[in-house]
């Protein structure tokens, strides 16, 4: 099983600043990875696709980058909304495997 | 906007089986992968498993020997059965589609649209 390490647990910025998270993987994911976002009580939204795609209706702030075991997504400008938790999740190897989040806190 | 809607009791005794139906909105039931995924409170997130409308199926191994998926296309409906359960399995259970469609292709292992969830307790 691919583990995915989110880091770090927390972020605490405020809005309009950059948040930068981190995602590694165990093992090669090649491309495959992506990004989710979970706000309190809801499930999560896909973000982000194969490292940097982002997905149908997500402001251009979100964007990823990496490649192999190592992944980044950043959020440019952080607005009220941002504020919540990301997972990174590939689809390379089954099972299909999510990191364990990282919560993005205001400041 | 493609729409899924998990339904079934909300507690289980434990060691008995945890039975949750999604139900989709349209009849792209007959067209995809239909993944059950789930999330402890507080903790994070894990895939259970798929099935295809076929009735092909695939589980997470932590969970495989417990675990059965199946489908139901004439009612736009798939299910999780979950067996001898015990309070580590209490958590939010999705269903959520397994595929993502964009203007540039599909893209299997990618959870698009997700039911709102449904909590499932655990009790002795």
């Known amino acids: 099983e691919i583990v995915l390490t989110q880091s770090p647990a927390t972020l605490s910025l405020s809005p309009g600043e950059r948040a930068t998270l981190s995602c590694r993987a165990s093992?090669?994911?090649?491309?495959?990875l992506a990004w989710y976002q979970q706000r309190p009580g809801q499930a999560p939204r896909l973000l982000v696709y194969?490292?940097?795609n982002t997905a149908t209706g997500i402001p251009a702030r979100f964007s990823g980058s990496g490649s192999g075991t190592d992944f980044t997504l950043t959020i440019n400008s952080l607005e009220p909304e941002d504020f919540a938790v990301y997972y990174c999740?590939?689809?390379?190897?089954?099972?299909?495997?999510f990191g364990q989040g990282t919560k993005v806190e205001i400041k | 906007q493609l729409q899924l809607q998990e339904s079934g009791p909300r507690l289980v005794k434990t060691s008995e089986t945890l039975s949750l139906t999604c139900t989709v909105s349209?009849?792209?039931?007959?067209?995809?992968?239909w993944s059950w995924i789930r999330q402890p409170p507080g903790k994070g997130v894990e895939w259970i498993g798929y099935?295809?409308?076929?009735?092909?199926?695939k589980y997470n191994p932590s969970l495989k020997s417990r675990v059965t998926i199946s489908v139901d296309t004439s009612k736009n409906q798939f299910s999780l059965k979950l067996n001898s359960v015990t309070a580590a399995d209490a958590a939010v259970y999705y269903c959520?589609?397994?595929?993502?469609?964009?203007?540039?292709?599909?893209?299997?292992?990618?959870?698009?649209?997700w039911g709102q969830g449904t909590l499932v307790t655990v009790s002795s």
């Open positions: 959520a589609s397994s595929t993502y469609y964009s203007s540039s292709g599909s893209y299997f292992g990618l959870f698009q649209y």
């Open positions: 194969d490292t940097s």
């Open positions: 349209d009849d792209s039931v007959r067209n995809d992968y």
């Open positions: 099935v295809h409308y076929s009735g092909t199926t």
């Open positions: 093992q090669s994911v090649s491309s495959y």
């Open positions: 999740q590939q689809r390379t190897n089954w099972p299909w495997t």
